[in-house]
């Protein structure tokens, strides 16, 4: 196979469910890094990877994994690695045979598919439980296996269907720093979130899926520029709201200042960035006492509503 | 081995091996793990321990020999069983007659019709007259049952003249007053007789006794030996006495009867020309019998004691083979493990991990099967052996165990194994085509089988049943039973033709998908190569659906 070939490569595919349209006309090339796919429920993001998987067939355009069409050979999936959105296991297995049973679908031995086994369950955190049965692992657990069973055999392409849904903050936490790693390892990751702040944290390239449409590709931080020229809001929980807000408002990137509720100041700005830079030096300034900060716009739902012209 | 023939092994071959390892051994592993497998095979081991039991205590007690023509009975209670009476060519009606008694020779007679009505001697008298005696023997108990003449019981002879005012009963004597008598009946006595023109009178003499040992009964009960066994087939065919017709032949003039109860009434029930004789009919190669077809009181009276043993023996190994483990286990199983093999793993969403591995769904369907197929077929194998063991050991005969039975109970096995896998393609496959209504087609296929394998057994050569699989199974174990057992055949001939109580003609039937050749191995062929079509066609419908289908 040609080193030019991408990893991923889908050419105006569309797939629809009888009226419901799961994806429609999407073109996308992925190859190298750790690629974040955003959308809300229903977007089209479980679709996009199915397609990729060979689960789902297109009814227009192109699907292909390394140049192969998934649906008609299973040979790209020596290359994959895929962790879908299922919560079902097989409960009664270890989590080290589990992976090991899965690997030797790869035409590992035995006793190959159990030192791999070992070895990505170490990768992912889990050697110290790959003896007990996966029904009495917790939720970040059973996704870490899943994660191991689709590095088992050192994949080039490593796609995760909401790898940290569910999970709490430390499972979250080293769950992601699993995929940062693969990421440095020169894997091309591909990994899909409703919640663009685990993606922030994860990397910068995005793709972002509305309604089943390809809504904008490229760098996050570049998408997130655009969006500081729209108005957004800081909520800062404090002792004393006013004496801090008369603080920012002689700020520039400031034009005004709300307090929807007792203890409660919100910044309006124009230049989130901007507004994020002088954050720090005016509370130290004011000496006021701040619990927490939030930007309750920096979401994904407002993003799509700006990436789609509804000015919220 | 060295590196090199390390390298050599590694091929597609032996990775695709080891996918199939592991498909099957997760097969068997979760097959394993859910109750609904150890509840199903727990219950088929317990109907198999319950028909061992059955078949424990039919076999301890000895089969009864049954007398089937009933002459082993003494019915005139001489002592005598009507087959002894029978060779002496006396009555079992008369107890007076019996094999050595003297009987009656006749010397002379006073009609009817006679003029001369009066006679005197020393005689044994026999009619009706006024009699003169010089000398009555008062002990005489005569030849026939009935009319001995009462001396004892003598009255004085009513008023009025005989056969006008009155009638005398036979056996009854009465005295005149010149003290002669008239007398109706049997007696012996020395005198005078004048016979009245209504009556008659016979008079001989009775020949001498002779001591016959009486027979024990049990010489009547198996006294018409017949050839059941099957050891000497081939002497069965000579040449002056058979004839070939079409493609078997016709032997008649065979079989004595040993008893001689046909010759004594000879009949020709059989239609050839040869009274009391007996019919084979042989297959082609003259070392089978086709048929048989006795004349009537010819070898009816078999060796039961062996024969039903044995036969008793066959039937319950052929119908367990049948009706357990082909048409119970063979349809139950599969419903409960290979149904939800493809299904349920879609249905999961466990089937993510596996289609995200490198192995083609067509794969897949097959791994799974085998892995069914490995967990079943273990599960037959043993509980067939175990079968066989117990029977084996405590079946009739007299050798310690019976090894002619292992073909029998493993070609049980084989059957029960390609059924398993003609089933479980079936199930699987309409799992997948119809996932939710799949059980109830099933349901309903398992019920057309059970009912297509009935009928099967009692006419295999309709054609309705070949659309079934139960069908091609039970013709397997058919031709498997001739093989392993060829004289399988005589015994239910001989059921049949002398209608005798055995389950074998309605469980075994010799196979009919021959090609015309009557060869056993031409059914196996026939039966194994349908049986195993079935299986790919099933797996390859499953397989292409499959292949097709988006899963969610």
């Known amino acids: 196979m040609s080193d030019n070939t991408p990893a991923v490569l889908i050419d105006q595919a569309s797939k629809w469910y009888g009226e419901v349209i799961g994806i429609n006309d999407v073109s996308l090339a992925i190859d190298g890094g750790v690629t974040g796919v955003l959308g809300p429920n229903g977007a089209g993001k479980s679709t996009l990877f199915k397609l990729l998987m060979g689960r789902l067939k297109p009814n227009q355009g192109s699907v292909r994994l390394f140049g192969v069409d998934p649906w008609t050979s299973t040979a790209p999936y020596r290359r994959v690695g895929y962790v879908s959105e299922s919560e079902r296991m097989y409960d009664w297995m270890t989590g080290l045979d589990f992976v090991a049973t899965l690997a030797r679908l790869h035409g590992m031995t035995r006793e190959e598919a159990t030192a791999r086994a070992e070895h990505v369950l170490d990768f992912v955190g889990l050697s110290d439980v790959q003896n007990k049965e996966i029904g009495k692992y917790s939720k970040g657990m059973r996704q870490r296996v899943k994660i191991a069973h689709a590095l088992v055999h050192d994949p080039d392409l490593i796609i995760l269907d909401e790898p940290l849904h569910g999970c709490d903050p430390i499972a979250r936490t080293s769950i992601m720093s699993v995929i940062r790693e693969l990421g440095s390892q020169g894997k091309t990751v591909i990994i899909s979130s409703h919640i663009l702040e685990e993606i922030e944290r994860i990397t910068e390239q995005i793709v972002i899926l509305h309604n089943g449409r390809l809504l904008a590709l490229g760098n996050l931080h570049a998408i997130r520029a655009l969006l500081d020229k729209h108005p957004h809001r800081i909520l800062l929980t404090c002792d004393d709201p006013r004496s801090l807000a008369s603080q920012f408002i002689s700020e520039d990137p400031v034009y005004g200042v709300r307090f929807p509720e007792e203890g409660q100041l919100e910044i309006q700005t124009n230049n989130l960035s901007a507004a994020h830079a002088i954050l720090p030096r005016v509370i130290v300034d004011s000496g006021t006492a701040v619990s927490a900060i939030e930007n309750p716009d920096d979401n994904l739902e407002s993003l799509l509503g700006y990436l789609t012209g509804g000015d919220s | ?552």
């Open chain 2, 1 to 552: 081995m060295d590196a090199k023939g390390r390298g050599l092994s590694e091929t597609v071959w032996t990775r695709m091996d080891r996918k199939a390892g592991a498909i099957t051994e997760l097969t068997i592993r979760q097959l394993r793990h859910r109750l609904s497998t150890w509840v199903v095979l727990a219950v088929g081991a317990l109907v198999m321990t319950l028909l061992l039991a059955f078949y424990v205590d039919a076999i301890r007690d000895d089969f009864e020999p049954v007398d089937n023509d009933g002459d082993s009975v003494d019915w005139d209670q001489d002592g005598y069983p009507l087959g002894q009476e029978n060779k002496y060519g006396t009555s079992d009606w008369d107890g007076q007659e019996y094999p050595g008694s003297g009987h009656y020779v006749m010397t002379g007679e006073v009609e009817w019709n006679d003029d001369l009505r009066y006679h005197s001697g020393n005689h044994t008298w026999e009619g009706q007259g006024h009699f003169d005696a010089e000398w009555l023997d008062l002990d005489y108990t005569g030849t026939r049952w009935s009319g001995i003449v009462d001396w004892e019981g003598a009255t004085p002879c009513p008023d009025g003249e005989v056969f006008e005012d009155w009638w005398p009963d036979w056996g009854y004597a009465c005295t005149y007053d010149d003290e002669s008598y008239f007398v109706s009946g049997k007696f012996r006595a020395s005198g005078a007789v004048n016979v009245p023109e209504e009556a008659y009178m016979q008079w001989g003499h009775m020949t001498l006794e002779t001591y016959v040992e009486p027979e024990p009964a049990s010489m009547y009960v198996d006294e018409d030996g017949i050839l059941w066994d099957g050891e000497d087939i081939s002497e069965i065919y000579v040449e002056s006495n058979c004839q070939p017709y079409g493609s078997v032949y016709i032997c008649n003039g065979f079989e004595v009867d040993d008893d001689g109860d046909c010759l004594v009434e000879m009949n020709d029930d059989n239609n050839n020309g040869i009274p009391c004789d007996v019919i084979w009919v042989l297959d082609a190669d003259r070392d089978e019998i086709v048929d048989i077809r006795a004349d009537y009181n010819v070898n009816e009276d078999i060796e039961e004691g062996k024969y039903q043993g044995e036969s008793s023996h066959r039937t319950f190994i052929i119908g367990t083979g049948k009706m357990a483990f082909v048409m119970m286990l063979g349809i139950f199983i599969p419903l409960f493990l290979a149904l939800g093999l493809v299904r349920d793993e879609t249905e999961n969403g466990t089937l993510h991990y596996l289609l995200s591995k490198p192995i083609h769904r067509a794969e897949f369907i097959t791994y799974r099967l085998l892995g069914y197929l490995l967990l079943a077929g273990t599960y037959i194998l043993v509980l067939v052996l175990l079968m066989a063991l117990v029977t084996s050991l405590i079946g009739p005969g007299d050798s310690l165990i019976r090894l002619s039975d292992f073909p029998v109970w493993l070609g049980i096995g084989l059957a029960t194994f390609l059924v398993l896998a003609a089933y479980g393609a079936l199930y699987n496959t309409l799992g997948l085509i119809a996932p939710k209504y799949g059980v109830y087609f099933c349901i309903i296929l398992g019920i057309w089988e059970f009912i297509m394998g009935l009928f099967t057994m009692t006419m295999p050569s309709a054609s309705v049943p070949m659309l079934s699989i139960s069908h091609w199974a039970l013709q397997l174990i058919d031709a498997i039973v001739l093989i392993a057992w060829p004289d399988t055949l005589q015994y239910t001939q001989i059921a049949t033709a002398f209608g005798i109580d055995s389950g074998l003609p309605f469980f075994w039937q010799p196979p009919v998908h021959t090609f015309g050749t009557q060869s056993p191995v031409a059914a196996i062929l026939v039966s194994v190569t349908v049986l195993i079509f079935i299986t790919l066609a099933m797996i390859g419908i499953g397989q292409s659906s499959f292949k097709n289908r988006e899963i969610m």
